[in-house]
């Protein structure tokens, strides 16, 4: 079994290929879990995401309004949508009721089996497997790739501006435009890739130094034809200086 090591950031730890195969076994089979089971666990758990204002845990701020953020169409029929890093599936739910067909993907199985159990409950059909980014081995594009909070997991350093503009920080940046070459690839001709990045500098000073082209700058180097910065959402305020994050849409060449 391959061991599970951390990530750059060591914020996390990413599953061996042999943790991957049980968990997602095991996933495959939650649906056999009896409906009191279900609802106890899904009840006690601390959530990541804020399903609604009294979601256990969840100190971000509302879901829903990063969800306002990302600007979908109302209407997703025949579109396909891949969530990566989609925790307790919030995002994945969305989409689905919009009527897209949907793949959520995360490291963690407890928020997988999370994300399948409220899937369920919803009578919402939404793919859920483990995986690890950018090693998902998909075969497939998709016409949404939504990337959230993610990619700043996978250089040494969450501030992902420094990393942009400091030369101390080079293979990281290397590794960075790797993994959005990853998400272009992933991107079907004609879709639109979401990605989140971490904005978190208490003073005023430091917050008016970013320069949010030189993301969509990158966006572009990597082949997506348009980029465009969406903002920031409406965090907790208690927690704004901690998960501040900008959120912004790149566009793939059309057929």
């Known amino acids: ?27 495959s089979g939650s ?9 106890h666990w899904l009840r006690s758990r601390a959530y990541y995401q804020a399903f609604d204002e009294a979601t256990r845990g969840a100190r971000q701020g509302q879901s829903t309004l990063k969800w306002r953020m990302m600007k979908l169409p109302p209407d ?14 919030f995002f994945c739910l ?25 899937a369920r409950r919803a009578g919402l059909n939404v793919r859920y497997r483990m995986g690890v980014f950018p ?42 435009r790797q993994n959005l070459q990853t998400l272009r690839s992933l991107t079907s001709a004609g879709g639109v890739c979401i990605i989140e990045m971490p904005y978190e500098y208490a003073d005023e000073e430091s917050r008016a130094t970013v320069d949010f082209l030189r993301f969509e700058r ?22 704004r200086e901690k998960k501040d994050r900008i959120l912004y849409a790149a566009h793939a060449t059309g057929a």
């Open 1 to 27: 079994m391959t061991p599970r090591t951390c990530t750059p950031s060591g914020a996390y730890t990413t599953p061996g290929e042999g943790t991957l195969r049980l968990a997602n076994l095991l996933l």
């Open 31 to 39: 649906g056999a879990l009896p409906e009191f089971a279900v609802n």
């Open 76 to 89: 997703l029929h025949g579109k396909s949508v891949l969530d990566i890093g989609c925790a307790e599936g």
């Open 94 to 118: 969305e989409a689905a009721r919009l009527g897209a067909s949907v793949t959520g993907v995360d490291t963690g199985f407890s928020s997988l089996l999370c994300a399948r159990l409220l």
């Open 135 to 176: 090693r998902l081995n998909l075969g497939a594009t998709f016409d949404y790739v939504f990337c959230l909070s993610v990619l700043h997991h996978l250089v040494s350093t969450k501030d992902i501006w420094r990393v942009l503009s400091d030369p101390a920080y080079r293979a990281d940046l290397e590794r960075l």
């Open 218 to 239: 990158e966006l572009a180097g990597v082949g997506f034809a348009a980029t465009e910065t969406l903002g920031n959402w409406a965090h907790a305020v208690e927690n």
